[in-house]
């Protein structure tokens, strides 16, 4: 069984930041990608950033504010949210594409964790 745990999510002011982290536990063999989803409500799930092997994209309205990194040994990916606006509020999901001990790939989603910026 294979689970992601995520934290970090809170209430901040616009321009302030905050730091998410999503670690991976369980019968893993290896993962592949890392990624952070967001759902604001009465919209679509959206690919916020992702990260496989060193290579990083990003969406558009989060470049040059955010960063999406991982730590492989601990099997956690982390973004780093700065600047954050307003319209970054929203549902913060953690995703990974993982092999487990069965050898097959599936998609997993943490929990959630909820970001809201306000003042």
């Known amino acids: 069984q294979v689970q992601l745990v995520e934290s970090g999510g809170g209430l901040v002011q616009p321009g302030g930041s905050l730091r998410l982290s999503c670690a991976a536990s369980g019968r893993i063999l290896s993962i592949n990608v890392m990624s952070w989803y967001r759902q604001a409500p009465g919209e679509q799930r959206e690919l916020v950033a992702a990260v496989t092997s060193g290579v990083t994209n990003y969406l558009e309205s989060v470049k040059g504010r955010f960063t999406i990194s991982r730590d492989i040994s601990k099997k956690t990916v982390y973004l780093q949210m700065n600047s954050l606006k307003p319209e970054d509020t929203a549902v913060y999901y953690c995703?990974?594409?993982?092999?487990?001990?069965?050898?097959?790939?599936?998609?997993?989603w943490g929990q959630g964790t909820q970001v809201t910026v306000s003042s």
């Open positions: 995703s990974a594409k993982i092999l487990s001990d069965d050898y097959v790939v599936r998609d997993y």
